[in-house]
């Protein structure tokens, strides 16, 4: 055996004892797996983690915010499309929204514990719409109470909701679990509700039908921060649904008497102008309403309608090519209803 083959086998015989010794090393703490050994480490989640990257910004003394992408729920952005809210009080946290699928609530958990040890008390649900209830497990699973407002049930055995259920699945399938089912509140609002926990007090309030029959703000009162949920949408299209885009415009109207320093949307960056910023939604409903009412009275179809609109307007909006089609053609079916009950 020549000097360089025993220097090859002297080289591995020290790597495999190497390997030997690392294998013989206790676990460290984020691998060890102690089934038996300690009752208060919590099983491992039925969810893919996820390692989104998610930027905290703080709007007031107390409150902040993180900032979903302003696209269609996909793989790449594992549906974390909206925006959630928390805010720590001195005696526990309160969240506003879960985002859209519990590895992302782990996510935004994390996050806050950054910021503070204080326990996750409760989760406020701003409407029932998968990219800002998903995330609900998560909470559940470290003992938050959620809440939600009561016009949610009109939606809980819907085929709408079924079918959502469906396409996240297909989606964003691994950060969703196995066995994920449209997860509930704890507790169901049917009128306005002002609480106080540490030293912040907190005021929520059913402002839809708008952008959904349950749409609930929440308002910080020592923060002057007011989490909006879906009803302002802040640079981007905004998704219509079925919404009665009439009650809508009202919601927005009463959304801006809310005396507010900081408004936190459902997506977008929070605004410091609330009323300008409203502006932006407001247009772009009533530009639709106007337009395919129009349309309506005169007995156009849709498709020849939604071609002889000049969209340039909002165009270059995010989400414009993947919503605009589809809410126009929901507004222009509203438009027709409309003119069959005037
Ligand atoms: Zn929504």
Do not use: C
């Amino acid at each position: 055996m020549s000097s360089n083959s025993l220097r090859v086998l002297a080289g591995l015989l020290v790597l495999g004892w190497l390997q030997l010794a690392s294998a013989a090393l206790p676990p460290t703490s984020s691998s060890a797996a102690p089934a038996a050994s300690s009752s208060s480490v919590p099983a491992p989640a039925p969810w893919q983690a996820s390692d989104m990257n998610m930027t905290v910004h703080q709007v007031g003394p107390h409150s902040y915010y993180v900032e979903g992408l302003l696209e269609e729920a996909s793989r790449a952005n594992e549906g974390f499309i909206a925006n959630a809210g928390f805010v720590i009080t001195g005696k526990g946290v309160v969240v506003f929204d879960a985002l859209g699928s519990p590895a992302l609530a782990d996510r935004l958990i994390e996050e806050i514990r950054k910021r503070t040890d204080q326990p996750i008390r409760r989760v406020i649900i701003s409407h029932y719409h998968a990219d800002h209830f998903y995330g609900i497990p998560a909470f559940r699973r470290i003992g938050a109470e959620i809440w939600a407002d009561t016009r949610a049930h009109a939606y809980l055995n819907t085929s709408a909701a079924t079918e959502r259920i469906a396409q996240r699945k297909e989606i964003i399938g691994p950060w969703l679990g196995p066995d994920f089912k449209l997860p509930l509140p704890d507790r169901w609002l049917d009128q306005p509700e002002k609480f106080v926990m540490g030293d912040v007090h907190f005021s929520l309030r059913h402002l839809g039908p708008a952008h959904s029959d349950e749409d609930l703000v929440m308002l910080v009162e020592p923060d002057g921060v007011l989490y909006s949920g879906d009803i302002v949408y802040a640079g981007r299209v905004p998704f219509i649904g079925d919404a009665d885009t009439a009650l809508w415009l009202t919601a927005i109207d009463h959304l801006l008497e809310i005396p507010a320093r900081v408004m936190v949307p459902g997506h977008g960056p929070a605004s410091l102008h609330p009323q300008e910023d409203a502006r932006m939604t407001r247009d772009y409903l009533t530009f639709l309403r106007e337009q395919m009412g129009t349309a309506v009275q005169n007995f156009e179809s849709f498709d020849q309608a939604y071609r002889e609109v000049d969209w340039t307007r909002f165009s270059n909006e995010p989400t414009f090519d993947a919503a605009n089609r589809r809410n126009a053609y929901n507004v222009f079916l509203q438009m027709e209803q409309e003119s069959l009950t005037k």
